[in-house]
Nanobody, 121 residues
Framework: QVQLVESGGGLVQPGGSLRLSCAAS????????MGWYRQAPGKQPDMVAV???????TYANSVKGRFTVSRDNAKNTVYLQMNSVEPEDTAVYIC???????????????WGQGTQVTVSS
């Protein structure tokens, strides 16, 4: 099994910064894409940022220029640096990783439990 554990959420003022971390552990052979999604109350989850194993990144238009996704492959960890946050960024941020548990196994998508980010003065 694979577990994803997020950390770093909390309350931040508009215009402030926050850094989220997500560490993957368990039976891991290789990790392909890692990324962050967010779900606001009453809404469907949306992609925030994704980073491939070759460090290619994709961002939602709403966070481009403000958020930066990165990863540390040695630690099986993905980060989300959030700058110039806005009240609209308030949501539960959920980590995702596409993992192969063996060299011959298929890729599976795993999800964390989520961490709350609240942007408010």
């Amino acid at each position: 099994q694979v577990q994803l554990v997020e950390s770093g959420g909390g309350l931040v003022q508009p215009g402030g910064s926050l850094r989220l971390s997500c560490a993957a552990s368990g039976s891991i052979f290789s990790i392909a894409d890692m990324g962050w999604y967010r779900q606001a109350p009453g809404k469907q989850p949306d992609m925030v940022a994704v980073i491939t194993s070759l460090d290619s990144t994709t961002y939602a238009n709403s966070v481009k220029g403000r958020f930066t996704v990165s990863r540390d492959n040695a630690k099986n960890t993905v980060y989300l640096q959030m700058n110039s946050v806005e009240p609209e960024d308030t949501a539960v941020y959920i980590c995702n990783a596409v993992v192969a548990t063996k060299s011959t196994s298929p890729w599976y998508s795993y999800w964390g439990q989520g961490t709350q980010v609240t942007v408010s003065s």
